[in-house]
């Protein structure tokens, strides 16, 4: 039966704490029992392990257990053909590279193998004198820190793992909503009544037909305190509370995976005291999907906003959003301020988008759109070139690496320049993963560029509008021109003035000018005669509303809503036209 030694070293007290001894034991177990190997825990009375015992400057080899093992091989007493099972190389060694490859290389002409059992790798001297680049990536993988920072997240998970199956009684973590406290002395979650509250009436409005908004705009009209941090009740901050199943005393583990949150496991009941009901839980659940649907029924597929993400509240700074207020002339769809949706101060009213859309487009008209990409150095091209200079960069360390094999494989080397020569190939290697990954990435912003160009000159920009107006169910043409419009425009931000008095317009004003001069009707009325009338607000209400368009490449204009009366026939005044019948 061929012997597998198991070689376990932690070189932290943290790592102790994060399950180390169990985890690396474990697998070594695994793994000999699958190859029916004899498991072989200790040397000459000694415990295979080093605990506390630095790799960084080979310590373990020298003083450590991993010392014995050496002088043991060295010596003879490990049978040729035994197997050494480490978690990683980096178990072995953390000293530079060369010293480990030399610990290796040691161990493996001594005609034992190495098995990293994180990779399920095998090393032998015939495997690495075979094919000694697989050695030495594996190598300079080690040595990568974003490899390490992985393994070390697995092993966290596994700790906690753990953790988890050992305590269902006691809480794991402290971590807890924001409706529970928790008492040290008695180490329990306990209830804040009047958060408790807000929660169930959270449940009990969503299930009675109030929307997200609505729940949070009246949390903010009532003044209910805010959980946590912000300073207002917000939308999304209502959904996690509703669709949070701690709530029902459930405790879902977590964790973090490239950036994403995960669940671990099922989750634990009876964790945190219940707050809800089951069936409340559900019903407010159900609620919230039906009212989802009945959304998405009303905006359609269709790209609705074309100026998704651009557009600011000037009032606040907040984003401003398409809200769909039924149908038109009344109702339509209207940009609204987010801040002012859930009543959290905001004073801007809601825009029409149809308005927006004709001025901001007949202002694009105005500037000639393409001259303001072109003004850019193009990017197509700085792109291209940057690509070259990587792709010629890549080739470079490619022909490097098959310089030193060539090198290596036909020259007769001492070991010594050998090893350096393979280090200086490690290197490249590196290099060159790390070039093909940004050639990748240019590849990808190129064909983007590419796109956008194309689409660029197919539009004439003069149907601009025309083009986004016909095609408003068609996604692919307006998320198109979304793309376009967000290279090039930076920020959209919605202004207006403060309201006028009566008393304060003139005749000379502008807006008295157009109003005078588009309706004959009020022509010759009398100043006072028609500045209240309702009419006339709608109508002047553009020549205090501005727009600023400010562009990727610096540029900052500003459109005066009034300036351009000639459209204002068809939309500001709607109905008063029809009305009077002018
Ligand atoms: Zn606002």
Known sequence: MIKAYSYIRMSTEQQLKGDSLRRQ?????????????????????????????????????????????????????????????????????????????NQFSSILEAGIEIVTLSDKKHYTKESVNSNFSDLFISIGIMFRSNEESEIKSKRLKAAWENKRNAAQQKPI???????????????????????????????????????????????????????????????????KIICNRSVLGEFQPMTTENNIRKYIGESINNYYPQIIKEDTFLLANAALVQRNK?????????????????????????????????????????LCCTNKQVSAGCMMPEWKLAEFENILFKHLREINFSSLISGEKNPLATLEEQQRVLQEKKNNREMNIERILTTIENEDLIDRAKKELILRMNQYVSECENLSKLIEDSAQKIQQE????????????????????NKEDDYYTRSAIHQLLVKTIKKITLLQEVEKYPYEYDEDDKEIISFRAKYQFYRNENLSSFV???????????????????????????IWCGDDTSHLGNWSLGGAYMQYNL
Not at 51 to 71: P, Q, R, Y
Not at 452 to 462: A, K, L, P, Q, R
Request: glycine share 8%; aromatic share 10%.
């Open 25 to 101: 034991k474990e697998l070594s177990a695994n793994y000999a029992k699958l190859k029916n190997w004899e498991l072989i825990e200790s040397i000459e009375g000694r415990d295979l392990a080093d605990i506390g015992i630095s790799a960084l400057h080979s310590k373990n080899a020298t003083e450590g257990a991993l010392g014995t093992f050496l002088t043991a091989i060295k010596e003879g007493r490990v049978v040729t053909g035994s197997v050494l099972l480490v978690e990683n190389l980096d178990r072995l060694s953390r000293a530079s590279a060369l010293t480990a490859f």
């Open 532 to 558: 209240e009338n309702k009419d006339f607000l709608r109508f002047a209400l553009p020549f205090r509303r501005y727009i600023t368009v400010k562009y990727t490449t610096g540029e900052e204009r500003q």
């Open 450 to 469: 590419k796109d956008i160009t194309i689409y660029f000159e197919s539009v004439n920009m003069n149907n601009f509008l025309d083009l986004s107006k």
């Open 294 to 334: 009945a959304d998405k029924g009303r905006k359609g597929k269709s790209f609705s906003n074309i100026f998704t993400g651009l557009v600011y509240c000037g009032a606040c700074g907040s984003k401003m959003t398409l809200k769909n207020r039924g149908m038109p002339p009344k109702g339509g769809k209207s």
């Open 173 to 239: 973590t402290r971590c807890r909503p924001a409706w529970l406290d928790y008492d040290e002395r008695s180490k329990k979650f306990l209830p804040l009544k009047k958060r408790v509250e807000i929660v169930k009436l959270i449940f009990e409005m969503c299930i009675s037909t109030c929307g997200l908004y609505g729940i949070a705009r009246y949390l903010n009209e009532s003044h209910v305190p805010v959980f946590g941090r912000g300073k207002f009740w917000h939308r999304s901050y209502i959904k």
